[in-house]
């Protein structure tokens, strides 16, 4: 062969049956195959070898096998962003004419995906303004509500859903529960031991938890709803890409380090937060003032998550001249890294929503998200005190 030809084809290493002690990286889109026959039979299944990284992938596959375990799931398929989980799992669950129960404190994305699902494709949602297990059993109906949608700790105002009671009444209903875990992480709260069907995670946040990765994942009670998700996934397109899966597999090492100490720095942020002047209202679900505390208590393992929103007493221009004069603590529109983060979720993470759906949900426009890091709490705090006086 001519060197134009063998630099194309540069001698593979012969395996030598050991193995490496970190997860390699398969960087690779496709992969090669002796027999055709094989080939074409690989396309049918998840489990079957490894044949193109749209449809599955071995660095992939260990972010999957490993957040499956976690969240005590049967099986994992991981995306391109939180979002392309939930639209994923939405999509595939969902026709023309079904019926969708979901809880109004949402992430804005997801609340925009289900008007978007309402408006283009005739599914019909229902929103619970309290997801108590009441409200749901009279918003339920029976044969037509195929999903019951949920956050486990609603993003920002920290509401924490009866998870037990909630999936319960879906399930009597013949409903999939889908509950996503972000704001919780597994560390926190299981929701498939409390009955969910199907978690879904943002691993942009605390799963990958270092700013540099966006990246989603669905994990299934169930092998069979998987596998069905999983060839709609195929056609959807929203794979994970291998080098995400792989910073956010590094990640999963120091997941209960990193959720330790963002719990106990949130919960001293809250604390001082809710005695200070300049703050109205505290919405840390660790309070015993914040309604949902209770359920927090008897559902949250190990803390109540490192992520809040406050509301300040200057409304907007309040919140614009204390994001200016933060020294250490970023503006940013993101949560769940190492460093703390703020942003006012009016403008940004809930701008989908209009001024009468913000004020049905908690947000004002005074209303700041915060995500605490695991940096010294008393630095954070200084930066904070300095920033509100
Ligand atoms: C950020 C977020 C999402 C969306 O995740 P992306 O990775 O940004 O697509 C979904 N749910 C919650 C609760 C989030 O905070």
Redesign the pocket.
Known sequence: MRPETRAVHPRRPEPTGSTPITTPLYQTSTWIFDDPDVLADAFHTPTGPFLYSRMTNPTVRVLETAVADLEGGAAGLATS????A?NLVLQASLRGGDHVVAQRRL?G??AATLRDLGERFGVEVDYLDQATPEALRDALRPGRTKVVYL?TIS?PTGYVADLPALTAAARAAGAVTVV?N??ATPLLCRPIAHGADIVVH????YLAGHHDV???IAVFAETARYESVWHHGVEFGVAADPFSAWLTVRSLQTLALRMERHCANAAVVAARLAAHPAVERVHYPGLAAHPTHEIARRLLTGGYGGTFAFDLAGGRSAGTAVSKRLRLVELAP??GGTGTTLMHPASTSHRQLDEAQLAAVGIGEGTIRISVGIEHVEDVWSDLEQALA
């Open positions: 962003s939180g979002m392309g939930i992430y994305g997801a956050e993003n996503d972000t704001f943002s691993l942009t946040k966006v990246g989603g993101s949560l």
